[in-house]
């Protein structure tokens, strides 16, 4: 799942779970069962990409998140406080920020190498168009029952 998937879902999690001691293990975990889901991200069919694009295309990814989540809290969930939900999006992305150095500085040691090689495990890529319209219906779906209880 892409990182706004990621931290959209932290942000849900954020907005219904005030006590960080259950929201945080409850995000993290939302990382790996968000990744079952077949779905397109920028790290999918990234051996033809650059390396400069497949990074420039993960931190747009990250920055488009922080802002939708931002939006999410301030039009449903204004209650929410900022700092708990961005530790909380921080949360449901850790598997992602561990790896990074793996894929983008090439540190192909432990922690970065075990944790890309455990979410390889659970990622299950499903090229665009799909693998995003899949992301679009299960995030909107998230976050309307979220609203609604």
Do not use: C
Not at 1 to 24: D, E, S, Y
Not at 52 to 80: C, K, Q
Not at 91 to 110: C, E, G, H, V
Not at 126 to 131: N, Q, Y
Request: glycine share 4%; net charge neutral.
């Amino acid at each position: 799942m892409t990182a706004t998937g990621h931290a959209l879902i932290g942000t849900v999690i954020a907005a219904k779970i005030g006590n960080p001691a259950l929201a945080i293990p409850i995000a993290i975990g939302s990382h790996f069962l968000a990744d079952t889901l077949p779905h397109w991200d920028t790290g999918t069919n990234r051996i033809k990409k650059t390396h400069a694009r497949f990074f420039v295309e993960s931190l747009a990814d990250l920055i488009i998140g922080f802002i939708l989540s931002w939006l999410l809290i301030t039009l449903f969930f204004p209650s929410t406080s900022l700092p708990y939900a961005f530790l909380i999006i921080i949360m449901a992305q850790l598997p992602d920020w561990i790896t990074a150095p793996y894929l983008f500085l090439n540190w192909n040691f432990s922690p970065f190498s075990t944790m890309y090689n455990i979410q390889k495990k659970f990622d299950k890529e499903l090229d665009a168009p799909w693998g995003v319209i899949n992301q679009v219906i299960v995030l909107t779906v998230i976050v309307l029952i979220a609203k609604i209880f």
